[in-house]
């Protein structure tokens, strides 16, 4: 289970990306050095994480410290606990609220052990999460890649890594999650480090600063 912890960590799976890939060639020019963006795991990260499905950064923030605001850090006691109008007072949609609960609740019944992901294979943390309800693949591999740090984790259903294989790799059309998996094949082991340079050319596109980006453009769940 390779992790990336640092940048220079980051720098050397680019060289191996671009070696093994000339096509990323032009994106890594056009980006620059990619930042270490981790988020720390457990269950804050996972609360994060779907806070900020298919938000921009900027608004992903301000919900989230709204959230903090009211209920004290994200605990499971403190999610259980908060009625569902203070948790849609700050910002929070009806799925997002559901998905939150069910995740409290797995982990107050012992059903999802949060710590004992670090110590999963890849394809494990992901089937742990996905038995929680409202959690799906894309968040599983958001988790894995920004919370745990794995090394290779595509999350192939994220619109923004999508649109930037489309631009950035000359492709006819958007690809959808199979064909950008078989595009992602010749990445491994740094599928990771790809998706991060994928989006930090999405924004670069868009003209758009990392604050005030879409960090990820994936499905809700």
Do not use: N
Request: hydrophobic letters at 50%.
């Amino acid at each position: 289970m390779a992790t990336i912890e640092t940048e220079q960590h980051i720098a050397a799976a680019v060289d191996a990306l671009q070696a093994a890939d000339p096509r990323l060639v032009p994106l890594v020019a056009a980006t620059g050095p990619l930042p270490l963006r981790r988020r720390a795991d457990g269950f804050a990260g996972l609360v994060a994480i779907i806070v900020a499905q298919q938000l921009s950064r900027a608004s992903a923030d301000a919900i989230h410290a709204r959230l903090v605001r009211e209920i004290g850090p994200p605990t499971h006691r403190a999610l259980a606990s908060a009625p569902d109008a203070t948790l849609r007072g700050v910002g929070l949609s009806r799925p997002k609220i559901a998905t939150l609960r069910a995740l409290a609740v797995a982990v107050a019944d012992g059903s999802l052990d949060v710590t004992g992901l670090r110590d999963m294979a890849d394809a494990e943390v992901s089937d742990t999460l996905c038995r929680v309800r409202g959690i799906g693949p894309w968040t599983a591999e958001i988790y894995l890649l920004s919370c745990l740090g794995r090394a290779d984790v595509f999350p192939a259903r994220d619109l923004a890594l999508q649109e930037a294989a489309r631009i950035g790799l000359g492709l006819a059309g958007r690809p959808d999650p199979d064909a950008l998996l078989v595009e992602a094949e010749i990445w491994r082991p740094w599928r990771s480090v790809a998706a991060v340079l994928l989006w930090a050319y999405y924004r670069h596109v868009r003209g758009e600063t990392g604050d005030a980006a879409r960090e990820q453009g994936g499905a809700a769940a």
